[in-house]
């Protein structure tokens, strides 16, 4: 029974939350996060990605880095750009972005439900990404970025979440992608707050849905912190880190698509040819986006192809019938070469949020310089197949799912 517990959240003051909210600090590059910084004194970057207010040969990983965002922090508390709530509470966090609305629980996860499985995780994590977060979080004894989690629909918590959403939220704004977002404090003595953990304790595992690596790195943080104080009790705010938690029928998962660089010493046609094994193949007049499981979309030699895969491929199997599987199993791996998804730099991973035009440039650009690549478009994984994978305590390949709207770092801080 997973533990969701209130906290004492530090927060933007109501007039400084539009300016201060920012996408995750793994959506910039380190030249990128300096232009945000440099176009918004107040953007949160400047504390999630501290090397942003030091000279480009300053280390991102230097030690200063990271002090320089604690003391951030510290002079916009101060300052009252950010404020700490005196009482332990939970938010609503609600995101419009193209005419739909998620709306998710914010509070504070259990370390134990995460070592324990309660949190189910479907993706591995890979160490060198988890040391920049393990440092940031450890040295501002903070969580800065919330765990995306996902729960199966509760109507207990629909009718909470509807009712409170009838008051005055605490945020209302606009960012520059046209997503709102809007936020809800609930008081901390009343019967919505007694129930919501109540609720959630009743239920058998919630799902990491995004942030992987940002949730292992809170969670090593908190096991140093108990090999620390080996006298804790289990109540530290170590314990416990930052989540949103929204119910899986209000999520979106957008396509996550591949270019490979190379035909592993094929021509084209002898791709083709390999390809027509497992898959129907039809050439396309233009481009052309899955609109179901089983179909992938794939350009190249300045040509879109439908490649539908036979039924025979699918077995049953949660994790070997994803789409992303077939794909890496059936043409990545037997005839492009590609072995290892997680390490392979012939393979470029684009989220479909950019849409098939980026994939189309791609390719047609490696062309014009004399290099051979290929993109394929997926249909996206669902949040039943995840929730499935997860079930069975199964892992996705390497960049199943791309989620949107990215939830905003800045609007709720944990100290720990």
Not at 29 to 42: F, G, I, M, P, Y
Not at 45 to 56: A, H, M, N, S, V
Not at 379 to 406: H, I, N, Q
């Amino acid at each position: 029974m997973p533990v969701i517990r209130p906290f004492k959240c530090v927060r933007p003051a109501e007039d400084k939350a539009s300016a201060i909210a920012a996408l995750p600090y793994d959506v910039y590059n380190r030249k990128e996060a300096k232009e945000v910084v440099k176009n918004n004194a107040l953007s949160f970057l400047k504390i999630d990605r501290g090397e942003t207010q030091f000279p480009d040969d300053v280390d991102m990983y230097s030690t200063l880095v990271y002090e320089r965002a604690r003391q951030t922090l510290e002079e916009m508390l101060k300052e009252g750009s950010f404020v700490m709530e005196e009482e332990a509470c939970y938010f609503l966090y609600a995101l419009t972005y193209d005419g739909q609305t998620q709306t998710g629980i914010v509070g504070c996860a259990s370390v134990d439900d995460y070592l324990n499985g309660k949190i189910c995780r479907h993706e591995n994590t890979k160490e060198d990404k988890e040391q920049d977060r393990i440092r940031h979080v450890d040295t501002m004894n903070a969580q800065t970025g919330p765990i995306f989690l996902a729960y199966r629909r509760q109507q207990e918590l629909e009718d909470i979440v509807c009712k409170v959403k009838e008051g005055q939220p605490l945020y209302d704004f606009t960012s520059e992608d046209g997503i709102r977002h809007q936020v809800w404090r609930l008081e901390a003595a009343s019967e919505a707050t007694e129930r919501i953990g109540e609720i959630f304790s009743r239920l058998d595992r919630v799902y990491i849905a995004d942030g992987h690596h940002r949730a292992a790195s809170a969670v090593k943080v908190g096991l140093k912190r108990r090999r620390e104080y080996p006298d804790y009790d289990g109540t530290e705010e170590f314990n416990y880190f930052l989540s949103v938690l929204f119910p899986e029928n209000e999520l979106r998962i957008f396509d996550y698509n591949r270019v490979v660089t190379g035909q592993n010493g094929l021509t084209f046609q002898e791709l083709l040819e390999g390809i027509q094994k497992n898959f129907h193949i039809e050439e396309q007049a233009s481009m052309f986006r899955p609109a179901h499981k089983g179909d992938i979309g794939m350009y190249g030699n300045g040509r879109w192809y439908r490649l539908s895969a036979h039924e025979e491929l699918y077995t049953g199997d949660p994790v070997e019938d994803l789409d992303v599987s077939v794909l890496q199993n059936k043409i990545l791996e037997p005839l492009l070469g590609i072995l290892n998804p997680k390490a392979e730099p012939r393979l470029t991973f684009v989220g479909g949020i950019r849409g098939l035009d980026e994939l189309k440039r791609l390719v047609d650009e490696a062309g014009q310089a004399g290099e051979e690549k290929i993109a394929f478009a997926m249909y996206p994984t669902s949040m039943e197949e995840l929730l499935a994978v997860a079930d069975c305590g199964r892992l996705m390949p390497p960049k199943s799912t791309w989620f949107e709207p990215k939830l905003r770092s800045g609007l709720f801080i944990h100290m720990i």
